[in-house]
């Protein structure tokens, strides 16, 4: 791909990974956007569980666009979540066949959370190693979606999580913020960042195995201030994606 400007304007060759949520293309709209965004974005969500609603042959069809552009689709947590519950269960007997069809509808990535549900802290590596089995490229997150439940989290034990999930085969592990970016996480109620928690994970974990969730813009640049560009953040939106490449 020639870039416009290209030689005038350098862009730096290393830059950490770009996570978009994405709920609302259709295939048409996700190639009109997939070309915009090449080589900028990396990894396409389908968040909130909304991978479920769509029909299966348009769902396959978006998804043949992304990664026909370079892009990698993901599973996102939530609907791992689900399945969870609705298989009453989270051993390969449960899971199996959920793994086997989201597989064969194209994802090659899958959120592995527990958001919203408990799972025990010695189950999360057998279900991370059981999504690399099952083929898929496994990016974790640690933390809640309820802001209470969350704030019970330590720093300590969110690195504790972090390490055990990379141990475990994960490729990274998110931070969670959710869609609001504010009180979870490493953001306060007002959705900034706490740089006093964020810099205390980033040198336990490494900046390359930590993704934050950072879905306004303000808090994109004081990361990439901070942590220079190669910064891995998440939850940008499908409109905000050249913002935050800029």
Not at 193 to 214: K, P, S, Y
């Amino acid at each position: 791909m020639q870039r416009a400007f290209s030689d005038f304007i350098s862009i730096p060759e290393k830059a950490g990974i770009i996570m978009v949520i994405e709920k609302e293309f259709g295939p048409s709209a996700a190639e009109d956007w997939a070309k915009l965004t090449a080589g900028l974005a990396n990894v396409v969500k389908c968040t909130f569980g909304t991978a479920a609603l769509y029909d299966q042959q348009v769902l396959q069809e978006k998804i043949r666009v992304y990664r026909d552009a370079g892009l990698s689709p993901m599973v996102g947590g939530t609907l791992t979540e689900v399945a969870v519950l609705c298989t009453g269960g989270y051993s390969k007997r449960h899971l199996q066949g959920y793994l086997k069809y989201a597989s064969s509808l194209g994802f090659t990535h899958l959120e592995f959370s527990d958001g919203t549900i408990y799972i025990p802290d010695d189950k999360r590596g057998d279900i991370i190693r059981m999504c690399i089995d099952a083929g898929f490229t496994v990016i974790s997150e640690v933390g809640k979606k309820d802001a209470k439940k969350d704030a019970l989290i330590t720093t300590e034990k969110r690195i504790e999580l972090m390490k055990q999930d990379l141990e475990s085969g994960s490729t990274m592990v998110i931070i969670e913020a959710r869609e609001s970016g504010k009180g979870i996480g490493v953001m306060d109620k007002d959705g900034k960042v706490d740089f006093g928690e964020l810099d205390v994970i980033i040198n336990a974990v490494g900046l390359a195995n930590t993704m934050i969730e950072a879905p306004d813009k303000s808090q994109q640049q004081t990361i990439y201030m901070r942590y220079g560009p190669e910064a891995n953040i998440g939850n940008v939106q499908p409109r905000d994606v050249m913002s935050t490449a800029a």
